[in-house]
């Protein structure tokens, strides 16, 4: 469960967080020879737009120039100082953008019992695990949620094998599609159509997406778009029906999180919130407690990335040349992990 975030003010912890990653490796530095390869990732910058009041593109012009460009000047101090940076390739990328969404109960899809995804998970019949980290292994639940801002996860069990109360599910096996999957995905659905089981989810939605669920050990099948009444259609053909122009390489990048060997992890229904395809903010929607901006939709505000490159002793067309070498004419985050 992702609690509220409360407003960081000037900086918040987030900057000491920062702080600590460079000093000690600024420390580090000074005691032994600097390594071949050196990676930094700092948090602040993410999680301080999550909270913060004047919105996350403002919130995050700040923290950049108040925090992380001080912190960077004092890692190339020390890099300088030992000689380190002169024939250095430098990279500098993020993992995702971010969308400002409200700050209010209607807009945050949260856990509770009337308004809310639990709602309609209990509302179809299913008996959902609690909202927390660990629970007895013989914890009494058919169906799991779990939300990650623009996206949300939901797995459910065969609940033949635990139909009566009290009976721990057996989840070793797949759910059942028709018996067990298709119900709670036309449950959502009907949820964001008409509101039934949770009225504040009308119009919350954008797609809700399934697939048949395959035995432990086989690769897991691509997520269809679920159209209602048991119909599903596949991705890519429902977006061309259905134009999402504020979406990036939505078929691709689905393919790459929930398709293969442990494609099963990303649930049997995926339920995608009307988040940055939208263009007013009071349209936006998140799985989450209360927030000021979120990620994770294939939407380009939440997608696209900066990539730099520098090296002191190579031109931009050499570094160019070089970049479209390794990662082709169109860089994604996994060729860069390649």
Same mark, same amino acid.
């Given at each position: 469960?992702? =609690? ?11 900057? =000491?967080?920062? =702080? =600590?990653?460079? @000093?000690?490796?600024?420390d580090a530095l000074k005691k032994d020879a600097p390594p071949r390869f050196l990676t930094v990732y700092l948090t602040g910058t ?6 913060? /009041? ?6 995050r012009r700040r923290y950049l120039r108040e925090v992380v460009d001080p912190l960077l000047a004092k890692l190339r101090g020390a ?7 002169? &024939?250095? $390739?430098?990279?500098? $990328? ?9 700050? @209010? ?12 995804? *639990? ?7 299913? #008996?959902?695990? *609690? ?8 914890? @009494? ?34 759910? #059942? ?28 939605? +954008?797609?809700?997406?399934? &697939? /048949?669920? &395959?035995?432990?050990?086989? @690769?897991?099948? *691509? ?7 048991? /119909?599903?259609?596949?991705?890519? &053909? ?14 691709? #990048? ?9 494609? +099963?992890?990303?649930g049997d229904v995926l339920l995608l919130a009307r988040n940055g395809g939208e263009a007013d903010v009071a349209d936006r929607y ?37 970049? #479209? ?5 169109? *860089? $994604?985050?996994?060729?860069?992990? /390649?």
């Amino acid at each position: 469960l992702m =609690e509220a975030a409360a407003d960081p003010g000037p900086h918040g912890l987030y900057a =000491e967080l920062d =702080e =600590e990653v460079i @000093d000690t490796l600024v420390d580090a530095l000074k005691k032994d020879a600097p390594p071949r390869f050196l990676t930094v990732y700092l948090t602040g910058t993410d999680h301080y737009a999550h909270g913060a /009041k004047d919105g996350p593109d403002p919130a995050r012009r700040r923290y950049l120039r108040e925090v992380v460009d001080p912190l960077l000047a004092k890692l190339r101090g020390a890099l300088v100082a030992r000689g380190a940076l002169a &024939r250095r $390739t430098v990279v500098v $990328t993020s993992d995702h953008g971010h969308t400002e969404v409200l700050h @209010d109960e209607a807009h945050a899809l949260g856990t509770g019992d009337t308004d809310d995804p *639990p709602a309609v998970v209990r509302g179809a019949g299913y #008996r959902l695990r *609690p909202f927390s980290l660990e629970v007895d292994e013989k914890a @009494d639940f058919q169906a799991v949620l779990a939300y990650g801002g623009a996206m949300a996860y939901a797995y459910v069990a065969d609940r033949s094998t635990c139909a009566a109360p009290g009976v721990p599910c057996d989840w070793a096996r797949p759910p #059942r599609y028709k018996e067990d999957v298709l119900p709670l995905a036309e449950a959502f659905f009907q949820a964001s159509r008409e509101g039934r089981h949770a009225p504040g989810m009308r119009g919350s939605l +954008d797609l809700v997406l399934t &697939r /048949k669920p &395959r035995p432990a050990g086989e @690769d897991a099948a *691509p997520f269809e778009v679920y159209v209602g009444g048991g /119909k599903t259609v596949p991705l890519g &053909r429902y977006l061309s029906q259905h134009q999402h122009p504020a979406y990036v390489a939505v078929e691709r #990048r689905f393919a790459e999180l929930a398709v293969g060997p442990q494609g +099963d992890h990303a649930g049997d229904v995926l339920l995608l919130a009307r988040n940055g395809g939208e263009a007013d903010v009071a349209d936006r929607y998140y799985f989450a407690g209360l927030y000021r901006s979120w990620h994770g939709s294939p939407s380009r505000k939440d997608s696209e990335v900066p990539l730099i490159v520098a090296h002191p002793g190579k031109s931009r067309s050499e570094l160019e040349a070089l970049t #479209r070498r390794a990662l082709g004419p169109a *860089p $994604t985050q996994v060729a860069l992990q /390649k």
